[in-house]
């Protein structure tokens, strides 16, 4: 019930930024967390961060801490993941995703239930 819909990949060089956003539409819960995940070809989905609905608390993967950053804005339903110092590793398609339970520590991509058609971001070396 709930759609989500990623936007703002692109190209970019290594070093550069990105944000990239996933607004949400139809049936939402304050009690869910969103997650972001990413997934490169031939390679297993990743997990990269969550934050609870109520953006009291966010949680990354190593290797993405202190370079991204999740945010909301509540008003336009929309969570966004600011990307800065991106590497070529970076490069795969991102999701995000639902997680029907409020915490953002969950990493299982079989534990969010809605997910985005996710948006393409390649790095450059």
């Given at each position: ?19 990239l ?15 972001w995940?990413r997934?490169?070809p031939?390679k ?55 997680n029907?339970?409020?915490g ?16 393409q ?5």
């Amino acid at each position: 019930q709930v759609q989500l819909a990623e936007s703002g990949g692109g190209l970019v060089q290594a070093g550069g930024s990105l944000r990239l956003s996933c607004a949400a539409s139809g049936r939402t819960f304050s009690s869910y967390a969103m997650g972001w995940f990413r997934q490169a070809p031939g390679k297993e989905r990743e997990f990269v961060g969550a934050i609870n609905w109520s953006s009291t608390v966010a949680y990354y993967t190593d290797s993405v801490k202190g370079r991204f950053t999740i945010s909301r804005d509540s008003a336009k339903n929309t969570v966004y993941l600011q990307m800065n110092s991106l590497k070529p590793e970076d490069t795969a398609t991102y999701y995000c995703a639902t997680n029907p339970r409020g915490g953002p520590f969950n990493t299982d991509f079989r534990q969010y239930s809605s997910w985005g058609q996710g948006t393409q971001v390649t790095v450059s070396s």
